[in-house]
Each structure stands twice: as C-alpha cells, then as structure tokens.
C-alpha cells in the first residue's frame, strides 16, 4: 500500500545545530507540504512544494528550508535550530489540490 | 484575519448522542475547498469529509455530515451517535483555488465522548 512516512518519530537536539527532518512518500503525489503543529495555533505551513525543483514558502518559514529533487522526498532543515521550533512536524501529500491531504504520522522535535 | 474560525476548544457528548463542531472560514475566492479532520490522541491526522464550494448538497460520509452554509461562511461538522473512539481533536480547514493553494487549519476542537 502506498503510504507517507516520516523519520525520526522523535528528535532531541541542541540550539545551534542544523537538523534535518524526512518525509518520503509512496503514492507519487505531486504536492507535498510540511507543517508544525503547536498548541493555540492548529497547524501551519512552513513550506510547501508543487513537484520536482519547486518549493515555495508557507506561512512560518524564517529558519526553515526544503528542497525537492525527486518526487517521493521533501526533506525538512532546520538550519540553527532555536527553541521555538520544539514542536510536532507533520508532512503531508496530494495528488492535486482538490484532493485531501495525506498525513505522515509526524515527527516530535525538541531543541533544548 | 483568520482565514479558519473554531470557537469551541473543548466539546463534551454523551455516547450515542450527536454533537455539532463549529467552522467558520473567511475568503473571498469563489471557489474553496472545505475539509474536516480528526486527530486521535495518537497523533495522527485522519481526513473526514470534504465539501466544495460549488457542491449543491451537504457531504455525508457515514456518521459523519458537514452543515455547509456558504452564506453564513459556516461549515460545522455533526457527528451522530458519537461512540467513545470519537473522542479526539478536531480540525476543521480550508483551501482556495487562487493564490498559493495552501490548506489553511483551524486551532481545533477537542470532543470528548461520556460513556
């Protein structure tokens, strides 16, 4: 079955280190987003990407970064990470956008 | 302005009852997609039901129904005969056609279900 997973399930680093966080799917959906998750505010959307080569910009994307050179991985950096990025990331996939969204089981950051 | 609106943070129901979880979205795009999902205490996010703006009849999937009132901007979720493993988070979000395409998510409801 095609399936959307994530690694690590969790994660414990330090300010300052530069972490990386993977999402691969299977079901060969073009859209792929991350977000994080935090209480108070649902989830919002750090970067998202339409197909290979493309990435754009969500809504809380300053000390994040994606890239996209194949369509089944969206690999998630934190650059610095700060400790206002402990929180729940999700990755999420769909064929097209009037489709629902494909969650990945999440991943459970905490920078100390 | 918040693009989705969820003004209850906790709900309660009693076993086999039904209950209403509140939506109410802003947007000036004609065309939008509206979306229900539930978050067990495991975490995972499990899609629900999915109405479009232009679709004439509310959207049903089981027990589940979406209350979808475009003039009111409203599109509240009712769950009838709530069982006990419909205790969990609740997200209620929305997609415009125009500009970026991005799913916009509520802060969610959390409904707890009494035996």
């Known amino acids: 079955d095609a399936e959307i997973t994530q690694s690590p399930r969790h994660k414990i680093t330090e300010t300052g280190r530069q972490v990386t966080l993977a999402c691969h799917q299977t079901?060969?959906?073009?859209?792929m987003f991350w977000y994080r998750q935090d209480l108070g505010h649902g989830l919002r959307l750090i970067h998202y990407?339409?197909?290979?080569?493309?990435?754009n910009k969500g809504e809380v994307s300053d000390g994040y970064s994606v890239s996209r050179s194949n369509t089944e991985d969206l690999p998630l950096t934190l650059e610095s990470a700060a400790s206002s990025q402990t929180s729940v990331y999700f990755c999420?996939?769909?064929?097209?956008?009037?489709?629902?969204?494909?969650f990945g089981n999440g991943t459970r950051l905490t920078v100390t | 302005a918040q693009k989705i609106t969820q003004t209850q943070p906790g709900m309660f129901v009693q076993e086999k009852e039904a209950v209403t979880l509140d939506c109410t979205y802003d947007t000036s795009d004609p065309s939008y997609g509206l979306f229900w999902y539930k978050q067990p205490s495991s975490g995972e996010m499990i899609f629900l039901i999915y109405?479009?703006?232009?679709?004439?009849q509310n959207a049903t999937e089981g027990r589940y129904s979406l209350n979808f009132q475009k003039a009111r901007k409203s599109a509240n979720l009712v769950i009838s005969a709530s069982q006990l493993g419909d205790s969990a988070m609740y997200f209620c979000?929305?997609?415009?056609?125009?500009?970026?395409?991005?799913?916009?998510f509520g802060t969610g409801t959390r409904l707890t279900v009494i035996p």
């Open positions: 079901w060969n959906h073009n859209n």
């Open positions: 979000a929305m997609r415009e056609r125009t500009g970026a395409n991005n799913l916009f």
């Open positions: 990407s339409y197909g290979v080569q493309d990435t």
């Open positions: 109405q479009g703006s232009y679709d004439q």
């Open positions: 999420a996939s769909s064929p097209d956008l009037n489709s629902p969204l494909h």
